[in-house]
Each structure stands twice: as structure tokens, then as C-alpha cells.
């Protein structure tokens, strides 16, 4: 082993002890209690050597945030390959709420200290342009255009050189079990996964076709983000188990319809059945009522003439 290669594993040795040092005391004391001093004493360094590896205590944050997102993401990995879109967004759904439930100051690291850590986490290049917390907008946007563009491209691949229609590939998600490079950014991929199965959902007439999936998935991702922040800042909440208030929320969100069945169907369905359902019951009343409006003159049938008093 060389001197230049020696250097360079000693340097990320200690790149991994200040944030191994740094993740414990964020676990166990919360973020506010984080400085270099702390970090530097706990590995037994100056503080002169962290800066040496981070600028502030804001890129340890950072670079907390983003491990955090790799760990989501590695979570993700396996339910994506849930063929039906729905039933794929609810094993995300749970995944996501019990990752914040099980890691909660890395959760609120990343989602409740400092919008530009979020940015970080969902994107270093758009939080290094200046945008800060809207930074994650413009990833999910992009991330949105990037599951369109895949959803078409696996809808063309269907329909052969001679213009008939092949046989469809059934759509698991596996394109996106990971990222495709070793840098690419996890909170990106994490949310691709998302994109992708609202995509599908919208493809088969499942979702509005005029509302942007960016738009879905940012309603989508705010109602798991509030019950994991109400989970971990409100000691009354829940009140029932955490499961259920969980399974309400996805079920409102994608239970209400069977798997393949378009947006609409199932209430005029019912609409259907209400109406045969009320037609004998109208036609009666029809019948009652034209019975009472028809004149004598229109059944042939006589009135009974009163009888006339008899004369004094």
C-alpha cells in the first residue's frame, strides 16, 4: 500500500469516527446538544482536526441527513417490487412512518430542524444553488419528469416494430430498487420510488388525469410526514393504535377502490344498484298516482249518487 493510499484510508477512518461520534450524541442528547468541541472530545482529537474533514457542524448535520435518507431508502428497496401501484404505496406509506417512529432524532434531523437539511437530504446540488427547503420541491418535480418519462418509454416498449401490441412486462418497480450509481443521491431515489407508483396509478385511470403527479406525491408525502411529527412532538396523539391511525390514513388514500378499477367506477356502480334498486318503489307511486288522477269518465265507471232525503 502506498503513502497516498494510506493517507486517504486514514482520513476517511476519521471521517467515519466524527459522524459515528456525532450520530450517538444526536441519538442520545438531540441535536442542540451537537458541537465540534463535544465531537472532538469524544474522539479524542482538537477540534482543529474536524474542520480539517467538515467545515461546521452544519455539514455534519448534512451528511447525517443524507446517511438517514440511505437508510429509508434501503427500506424502500425491497417493496418495490409490490406489482399493483396502490398496494406498493401503502407498504411505503407504513415503511416511512415507522422509519420516523424508529429513528426519531435522525427523523427530525432531517425533516424538523433546518429546511436546508432537508435540502441536503433531498438533493445536495439544488441546497449548494442557494434553495434551501425548496430545493426538495424541485426534486420532487424533477423526480416527477423522470417516473413520466420511464412510465411512456415501458408503455412504447409494448407495441412491436409491426405496430401490434406485445405483451406488456408486468411493472415491479425493480428499475428503481437502487440508484444506478454509487453516488447518486438517496433522498431522489427514495422519492422515485414514490413517483413511479403514483405514475402507474394515473396511467390506469386510477388518479385525476389533470392533477401533477409533483402535486400527489407532495399531498401524499405531507400526510405521512404529519403523523410521524404529531407521533413524535404530541403526547396525545394517537389515540388509538399508531397501526390504525396509519391504515385510515392509506386506506382513505388508496383503499377505497379495487386494484384496476378506474377512478369513478365503483360509485357508479352503486349509483346503478341505488336506482334498480328504487324503481319498482317509484313506478308504484306512479301508478298510485295516476290511479287517483284518472276522472270517471276515463274508468267508465259510475259515481255512487248520494241518496236524495225523504220528503215530509
Not at 429509508?72 to 401503502?90: G, S
Not at 411512456?152 to 405483451?167: N, Q, R
Amino acid at each position: 500500500m502506498g503513502i497516498v493510499e494510506r493517507k486517504s484510508r486514514q482520513k476517511q477512518a476519521l471521517r467515519e469516527r466524527i459522524l459515528d461520534a456525532a450520530r450517538r450524541i444526536v441519538m442520545r442528547e438531540g441535536f442542540a446538544a451537537l458541537s465540534m468541541r463535544k465531537i472532538a472530545d469524544a474522539i479524542e482529537y482538537s477540534p482543529a482536526t474536524l474542520y480539517l474533514h467538515f467545515a461546521s457542524r452544519d455539514e455534519i448535520a448534512q451528511a447525517l441527513c443524507a446517511e438517514g435518507y440511505a437508510q429509508l431508502l434501503a427500506t424502500f428497496v425491497p417493496l418495490a417490487q409490490i406489482a399493483d401501484p396502490a398496494e406498493r404505496l401503502k407498504a411505503l406509506g407504513r415503511a416511512y412512518v415507522a422509519f420516523g417512529v424508529a429513528h426519531p432524532e435522525t427523523y427530525r434531523l432531517i425533516f424538523m430542524e433546518d429546511p436546508s437539511y432537508t435540502g441536503a437530504a433531498l438533493g445536495g446540488a439544488a441546497a449548494a444553488a442557494g434553495k434551501g427547503a425548496g430545493g426538495a420541491v424541485a426534486v420532487v418535480a424533477d423526480a416527477s419528469a423522470d417516473a413520466a418519462n420511464e412510465t411512456a418509454e415501458t408503455a412504447a416498449a409494448g407495441v412491436s416494430a409491426t405496430g401490434t401490441t406485445a405483451a406488456a412486462p408486468t411493472v415491479s418497480g425493480k428499475a428503481d430498487l437502487a440508484p444506478a450509481k454509487a453516488d447518486d443521491d438517496p433522498g431522489d431515489a427514495a422519492l422515485h420510488i414514490m413517483l413511479r407508483a403514483l405514475e402507474e396509478l394515473k396511467a390506469a385511470g386510477r388518479l385525476s388525469a389533470s392533477m401533477d403527479v409533483a402535486v400527489w406525491a407532495e399531498a401524499f408525502w405531507a400526510t405521512l410526514h404529519g403523523i410521524v411529527a404529531l407521533n413524535l412532538t404530541c403526547p396525545v396523539f394517537p389515540s388509538a393504535p399508531l397501526d390504525t391511525v396509519v391504515g385510515v390514513a392509506l386506506d382513505t388514500w388508496l383503499g377505497m377502490q379495487p386494484a384496476g378499477q378506474p377512478q369513478g367506477a365503483a360509485k357508479s356502480t352503486r349509483a346503478g344498484k341505488k336506482k334498480s334498486a328504487e324503481a319498482p318503489a317509484e313506478l308504484h307511486a306512479e301508478a298510485h298516482s295516476k290511479a287517483h288522477a284518472e276522472s270517471p269518465a276515463e274508468t267508465g265507471v259510475k259515481p255512487a249518487t248520494k241518496p236524495k232525503a225523504a220528503s215530509a
